[in-house]
């Protein structure tokens, strides 16, 4: 890796949020499927608490790496980019952190709502951040599945515009997010 490389790169911190975050955000959405569509058993019950908790773990490790990125600037974008692309991509990383934080934060209310306890891995009880109130249950479960649905298709075209600069542009903008171990200069150095 040269030392422009090392300028352009993600560092380890941020890699390591990037790639928890996601990994966690796939186990959420197959969780949330299953528990939805889980018939009504001890099993389903299961497979919300770990949905929730899961949910909560995502949201604390989301606003870590937001007050980390508050001290850390970006790498810069490859001078090709022009201005507009830089913008969209900015404001889709803005709109997929605004996700990221408001799913968890639905769940939470929509289960306080319903009069429903949290209960994090079955241990620690959260509070309710809001009163029971069934009117507003149908009205949270609804923009729960709404933003699920969004950050899905946000996600698909974070991918779909990381592998188009990989593939067709032949940049580093993939490459500089990747753990160094699947990379060329990982696996040298």
Not at 112 to 120: D, T, Y
Not at 147 to 170: D, K, T
């Amino acid at each position: 890796m040269t030392e422009s490389d090392r300028a352009t790169d993600w560092g380890g911190t941020a890699k390591a949020f990037h790639w928890l975050i996601a990994l966690l955000i796939f186990a959420q959405i197959v969780l949330g499927w299953y528990a939805v569509h889980w018939p009504l058993t001890p099993t389903k019950i299961d497979l919300f608490v770990w949905h929730k908790s899961i949910g909560m773990l995502t949201l604390v490790l989301v606003v870590l790496r937001l007050l980390w990125r508050a001290g850390h600037p970006r790498p810069p974008y490859p001078a090709h980019m022009k201005s507009w692309e830089k913008r969209l991509a900015g404001s889709a990383h803005g709109l997929l952190y605004a996700l990221l934080v408001a799913m968890p934060v639905s769940g939470w209310m929509l289960n306080a709502a319903a009069n429903v306890p949290v209960r994090l891995f079955w241990a620690v009880p959260l509070p309710p951040l809001i009163g029971p109130d069934r009117a507003l249950v149908p009205v949270l479960a609804t923009s729960h599945v709404l933003m699920g649905w969004a950050l899905s298709a946000l996600i698909v075209l974070h991918v779909a515009a990381a592998l188009h600069h990989h593939f067709v542009r032949r940049d580093r903008m993939l490459v500089r997010m990747l753990p160094r171990v699947f990379t060329r200069a990982g696996r040298a150095g």
